[in-house]
């Protein structure tokens, strides 16, 4: 595939969504470096969505490292149940924050940051890292985020 997404924009979420998985899961075919999908992935859900920030962190010994995301230099490593995405690792599950500032113990890698959303990364049953999505916008992510999200990551092959 080329290099290039189709950008869709006059659309709702759900169809910019569905337009834009085959088109990662395209870019995805046939590639087992790790570090280059997850680059990939990051840019096609920047370009397509414009999110503030979006990014990869990866559990290297015992905290969260970051790893390939496209938007301002962020937090280089995040401890196990801090903040939004050390909460999402330590419980394993999708953590919606509307509004950061609410959310107890939030890093504010960047004060620009007012809504997020972080899956974890499943391999064999264990959190290998998280997907961190945040937005300019307050109560930007909503179940449809993190159904689609949710999708794209199962896309990337994590045991390769």
């Not at 950008?7 to 085959?22: D, M």
């Not at 899961?25 to 997850?38: I, K, M």
């Amino acid at each position: 595939m080329a290099e290039d997404l189709k950008i869709i924009t006059a659309a709702s979420k759900e169809e910019q969504y569905r337009s834009l998985i085959p088109q990662i899961e395209a870019l995805l075919d046939g590639e087992t470096d790790l570090v280059a999908n997850l680059a990939n992935t990051a840019a096609a859900l920047k370009e397509q969505f414009n999110w503030f920030w979006v990014g990869f962190y990866l559990v290297k010994h015992d905290e969260l490292v970051l790893g390939p995301f496209q938007g301002p230099v962020a937090c280089t490593r995040i401890a196990k149940g801090r903040g939004v995405c050390g909460t999402s690792w330590a419980k394993a599950e999708t953590l919606i924050v509307p509004d950061v500032d609410a959310f107890p113990g939030h890093i504010a890698c960047s004060s620009a940051s007012r809504s997020e959303i972080v899956l974890p990364l499943f391999s064999h049953g264990e959190v290998i890292g998280v997907l961190d999505v945040d937005s300019a916008e307050l109560n930007e992510f909503d179940e449809t985020d993190a159904i689609f999200l949710k999708q794209v990551i199962d896309l990337i092959k994590f045991n390769a």
